[in-house]
């Protein structure tokens, strides 16, 4: 191995409660080549000793990456909350399930059992099905990050009705589109949130959304601050209030759920479909190997469940595995930089999962004395996610977080795949700061030459990277548009599933993620499309035209510039301000730009196309355009870069 490799500490293994459930690298390697020249017998073992089925399988899986047509666990049946949510209750009742953390770290944290969560998903899906929500129904949930929220999302799973989790930063008008894009006739909120120390309005927005969806019938109120709210009688009711009126539990017979009906929409509209089974065994077997989850762990994972971060390993994968999730409501700043590891103190941790982003900004304000009342020993694991984590940011998370004890294991994956992709087996895989390492158990990658279109093989190759065999929880489709989900992903390159992440695999096999290939920004570790911002910023009366790039950030990995033209060259004195606060309204405040830039005219093509790759290169410094002469009229790159060097 190269000399930047750092092995898993040694005390790793020594120190573990129980033990691993791999224990080395060979075991890794074997499991791997089962996984990849037997696919389907191992997916099958794994589906069998993991998951609870009410009908047995045929079929492990049909269909094939070229056709896009891949179907897992053909003519079984199992339902994901009673996997989550029963057997574990059933098994050890009194096992927390849920530990919430509030906001502000003075008010009392509360603690879940698997009977209690059994009961409070049981009532509400007593509520639901009497309001009319049966399989297959979209319901939208727009929630801060409490309980509840989990609880939303498992009477959904239980009924077999499809949860739409929409981040609760979105505003009205991005809440409304999804809201009317899914019919829901029932949404789930709380009379406000509390995030930071601020309050969110999440009954406002959801009032202001629902102006324009008259298809709400049922609007489920949690009250989680007691805030003086307006009421619509009729629509509006209080969680408490109604669900103490439904049994502590669902029978059976009403909640048996086919294997293909679990959905949930992405934040930039992807809205894909999974298989229940399927994504259910891709988040259970990353939980138990990736992560070495043990039902006695306390597993805390800091994304929000509006996102696959939070959808997968904060619900799904901890509670099938039945151990304890941590539920954080609030930010890693609030009260102070500390919070992480107070939380993870306080709790006992056994792991954490969090974004690079977050890692950057406490790294430029906490001290070695900041955290010498800390004791985390107990932290087994930490994981990142969402973006690439540079190698002296990873030493920082591996040396203030986990003291050098824990494995650090930085895991790449998408929305789309449902579950990791590439990451280090914790505690097994010798790990190096900045490459997401080996892939996962039954991830057969490809790095393909975006010149040839051609598959390389061997080490030491860059190129794009895909998937060349198909695993249990990737997307089965985009609703409603299978032609978008064809091309994005599978027409691309024949017989592949193309991720749209450049990547090398250097000497050892090891795998380094470049970022974006395509027009997605990723800011924060929140993926934005270009094209969903330029179309809010198009919406404003005085835009004519908008370019929106990402460049290089030091604290939010990418940050948005928007390259704007005003119709008729109508310049005020606000028009920036405006259009950082139509992104707002539009989508959400963590879509906002970092710069506008209002210029005359935006470099196009002849045939009118505006040429994003000069915008870029000028944005981020360099001097060398490359080919301009396509762009109509040269002059207005002068233009621009006048502007540029303005701001
Ligand atoms: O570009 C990759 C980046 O995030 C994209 C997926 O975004 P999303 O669907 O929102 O899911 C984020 C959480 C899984 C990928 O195409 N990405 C995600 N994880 C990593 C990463 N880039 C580098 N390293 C990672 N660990």
Redesign the pocket.
Known sequence: MSEDTISVPAQWRAQHPTTPHIVSLLDYHALYNESIQNPSAFWSKQAKELLSFTRDFHTTNTGSLENGDNAWFVGGGLNACFNCVDRHAIQDPHRAAIIYEPDNPADESRVITYSELLRHVSQLVGFLRERGVRKGNIVTIYMPMIPEAVVAVLACARIGAIHSVVFAGFSAEALRDRIQDAKSTVVITTDEGRRGGKTISTKRVVDEAARECPEITTLLVYKRTGADIPWMAGRDVWWDEELKRYPAYTPRKSWIQRTTCSYFT?PDRLESRKDTAGYLLGAAVTGKYVFDIHPEDRFFCSGDIG???GHTYVVYAPLALGCTTVIFEGTPTYPSHTRFWEIIQRHACTHFYGAPTAFRLLKRSIEKKDLQNIDNSQLRVLG??????APEIWKWYYEFMGNENAAVT???????TGSHIIAAYAGVTPMKPGS?TLPCLGIDLAIIDPVSDEELKGNLVEGVLAIKQPWPSMARTIRGNHDRYMDSYFNVYKGYYF???GAFRDQDGYYW?R??VDD?I?VS?H?LSTSEIESALIEHASVAEAAVIGVPDELTGQAINAIVSLKNNHMTETIERDLVVQIRTTIGPFAAPKKVLVVQDLPKTRSGKIVRRILRKMLTGETEFGDTSTATDPSVLGEILKVISCV
Do not use: F, L
């Open positions: 992405h996102w696959i971060t990142s996610v969402g973006e690439p984590i930085d895991t790449y994956w998408q929305t789309e997401a991720t749209g992440d993620i970022g974006r997605v990723n570790g993926r």
